[in-house]
């Protein structure tokens, strides 16, 4: 499924000035890329925008042939839920549900969820934890179970907010490995500052030059 | 995953505070219920009332207390009256050309906690508008140890003419004596009267006095064993006031107009009624509010969940039957609680209320008495849960926002 954006300005509630502004950025479908940039300046935000959770102010947002600028909230939501699959930097998991619980969360109704859980745990070799709860998992395990979710809900689009930031270099090459695993013929777009993971990508992009000038105030 | 499914989860996955949160919400629940139920049996006077009588005259005593004892049953053992006084006051008044009829009430035994009266055959012929007093079966006995039962009585215990009861002697509680109890003989079932003297049993006045004679500790010597604790006077337009001018001021009784008696008894329970119907709102009130704290207590948590429920794709309805199946649940589970600890509380209050409520064997009241309440509860706490969610979402959107430079 293609990405396109289109004339993108995003502001903030209660701010006059624009956060950031793509004027264009297309993701071809099947290919990754990763935008890279200063912490706090917007691409957490950039990511909502991209899975319809916060609307830009003006642009438009294709996914393949839908402007997710035009459906409305619910429309979004179900859109989401059967194209779009999510990973943050922490929190991807209810804590009191079990790891099978959380992956089943994703799988969108009307599927096999029994079924596809079973293959994501498989796939993802989380079969020894499959009925802990998710608040006792240590950080790397969480993401796994996250890249799981995605695996399980089969997703065109994969978006992920600094999936490996939190992680040392064993359990971020392995959530690494895992997400490439469960992107492969997905469009997928990281968001991190995390150096060791640059290399992994069809493209990258700096988050920077959609900072206006005026509002680059953060360190990097 | 289901919306009532992850509701479940919820709150099965947070045992204690579900458990601590239903028992608080039963108990308020228990408590309205209750409540509720003695309003409604304080209420029940009125259709449990005897109708019998103008007026009654007793010991001296509260006009209500008087009434309530005689036609309904209730309270402790009232003190004696002579028995003559009501042949003297009647002799005297046909005297002057007025007319009255008069019954004499002694409560002398009790039968499975069911009060046995001795009284006349006067009984059955009162004017109107105090009909209602007859036999369906056998008949009035004399002093040959029978007994008439009111419908009540004889329905639940499946007796008939010719069974023999046994009674205990009741006299003033204050007599510690073990009273052995006497073989009577059913001699007559009444008719159905629709009102408490219907669960009572009746027998002649000399055999009351027979019965207790022994155990009375207030017996008063003057009064030889002729005694009763009131008479029911049917009178005149007018009578109840040449009663009491009669007696009041100057004998050891005095009356308690009915019409008088009902007016209070009215004020009373209606008072009773809108102070039940505050304190019933306000404990719904701490419903809500407990349910609103416990969806606000893990604010932060829910918060996030819903963050992660809504990237997921769950739209916002589905976030909100979350909501309303948590709120359900509880509601239900606090019914449920509530139900049981009313019926297992209500009694226990009955009797700490003592005489201020008619006995169990007068008017029961059984759980179900509080559906009103349960009604109440689910929506008041589906309320709740659906309010709070509204601070659920406001946070919710802030928590999205986090990270914005």
Known sequence: ?220 | MSPLRLAWLNRTRHKAATILTIASLALMVAFAGILLRTWRVAESRFSTLANSGDAILGAKADPVDMTLSALNLEGPYPRFIPLRFGVLLNKNWLDTGFSAHVIPILFCGKHEGRRVIGTTHDIFTQPEPSPGFALQSGVWPGIDKGIVLGAETARREKLHVGDRIPVTPWTSDSLDVPRAPTLFRVAGILKPMHNAWDGALFTNIVQAEALIGRYSKDWNGDWSRLVAHYFILNVPAGGVERVRATVDARTVVQVASLVDTRAALARMTATGRSLGAVVALLVLCLTAIAVAALILGRYEALTRHFSILEAVGYPRSALLAVLAWEGLLLGLGAVLGGAVCDATLFPLARRLLGGALPGPEIVSSTVWTSWPVWAATVPAVLAASLLSSLLVFKGRAAERLRGLG
């Open chain 1, 1 to 220: 499924m293609n990405l396109q954006l289109s004339d993108v300005e995003v502001r903030v509630p209660g701010r006059r000035d624009a956060l950031f502004l793509v004027p264009s950025l297309r993701v071809p479908a099947g290919s990754s890329l990763l935008i890279h940039g200063p912490s706090g300046a917007g691409k957490t935000t950039l990511l909502h925008v991209l899975s319809g959770q916060f609307l830009p102010a003006t642009g438009s947002l294709h996914l393949g042939e839908t402007d997710l600028t035009a459906l409305s909230a619910s429309r979004r939501a179900a859109f989401r839920r059967r194209h779009i699959g999510i990973i943050f930097q922490r929190g991807n998991l209810i804590e009191h549900l079990t790891v099978r619980e959380n992956i089943a969360l994703g799988i969108p109704p009307g599927m096999p969820a029994r079924l596809r859980t079973e293959q994501a745990i498989r796939r993802m070799d989380l079969a020894g934890m499959q009925h802990q709860r998710a608040g006792l998992l240590s950080p790397g395990e969480q993401q796994r179970v996250a890249v799981a979710r995605i695996v399980a809900a089969e997703p065109d689009l994969i978006l992920a907010d600094e999936p490996t930031s939190s992680l040392d270099q064993a359990n971020a090459e392995t959530v690494m490995e895992a997400l490439r695993e469960a992107s492969r013929g997905k469009t997928m777009v990281v968001v991190s500052h995390d150096p060791r993971i640059l290399a992994r990508f069809d493209a990258v992009e700096n988050f920077a030059q959609w900072i206006p000038e005026k509002s680059v105030k953060v360190s990097a």
